[in-house]
């Protein structure tokens, strides 16, 4: 059996990778040193439109907060296939840092980012398994709901 | 004289390593990148069960919370241990974030932190010197007070 | 033309680096590993007094957060070179955290923490560009708007 390329996992999960999601201020989406690609926050953009926006514990439910920080990582992943030329130049996803915005008395920020780990570790398996940080934050940008910020290892 | 064991240390101090937290969700409790290791959010578990549950400046005292950090400390230094084979391993512990749940107008998250700071330092010595963040957040998992995050150097 | 120094650049621009800032706890102003130098989250003191305090949405507005933001980056450079010596020695800022204290309802955060990434664009220029975070949290150390943390490569 071929092994299928990260990028044709992605499909077969049912997913398509967005256009890179341009930065809204003055940085980059990601910088490369050595082998340690850094990449920007990214929130939940659909077509520059934000798929949920408020706090979760509120506006948001804990499914619509697992889906969104999966279409944060999509974002993640966009940027990194266009930093890299393709997602196979991926060797390991190092570190994940889920900013989940949260009402007051919601702790349950880690079933949120699992959207986000989840997808990681069905695209790339072994490779996808990640050192994590999940916290809950009281604002985010555009009034996103979670902010995915990652770490990558590159071959 | 001779030079006690970083594990040594941490007994004299009155300390002893608990088991390995298990990531609350779906990732690893730490990933290595050559030299670097960077290990997963941990919170003040003792056997499973928050040491305190609640915020700073309401629930939660800094002297709690200082406790807190240092117990969150104890785990990572647990995760470390399980990841290298031996805190022998450790050449530097480069970067500490301390996220401290806050309630509104406490401002006091350095000393918070210190908590685990000051065992980094008692114990690794100079090698425990660290790059620090420290931040109050509205809410964190499980109801904890504080997670804390590190990078650490290898051998 | 001769190329002006990086801190030429920064007087040209209207600023002189300060005193850089100490720990206000039990860490070091930032640790380098190999081409990396990590430096500590700093928030905007000015002889060590905060330029601003409070929150952004409620006593802090978004100008005065850009301008706490950049003086926030100036203490962060600050740091930089006192560590490596030079500013000459910054090879690429790989990364940029900022943390911005937010009121209810406050989503203008990469906005504030431009005031920090477009500092370094024009002292840098393309080594300046960064990959960077911006989220809100509920509270900053001594009542600070805003805190900076920073990744820089090394030459």
């Known amino acids: 059996m071929t092994k299928l390329s990260y990028e ?7 997913y398509s990778l967005p256009e890179p999601p ?13 082998k340690l690609l850094f990449v920007s ?5 659909v077509n520059d439109r934000l798929l949920y926006a408020g706090k979760l514990g509120r506006e948001v439910t804990v499914e619509q907060g697992y889906e969104a920080a999966r279409v944060a990582a999509l974002n993640a992943l966009s940027i990194i296939k266009s930093s890299l ?3 196979e130049k991926v060797r390991r996803i190092v570190k994940l840092v889920g900013y989940v915005a949260s009402a ?13 780990s989840d997808l990681l570790i069905q695209v790339f398996g072994e490779r996808g398994k990640h050192s994590r940080v ?5 604002e985010l940008p555009r009034g996103a709901p979670v902010e995915i ?3 990558v290892q590159t071959k």
């Not at 919601?106 to 986000?116: I, L, T």
């Not at 999940?134 to 009281?138: D, E, L, R, T």
């Open 8 to 14: 044709d996992k992605l499909k077969e999960l049912g």
């Open 22 to 34: 341009k930065p809204i201020a003055s940085y980059v989406p990601s910088v490369r040193v050595g």
């Open 41 to 45: 926050g990214v929130i939940p953009l």
């Open 85 to 87: 030329g393709s997602l």
């Open 104 to 116: 007051e008395g919601f702790s349950e920020q880690p079933k949120v980012v699992n959207g986000a």
């Open 134 to 138: 999940a916290v809950g934050v009281i």
């Open 149 to 151: 910020e990652m770490i």
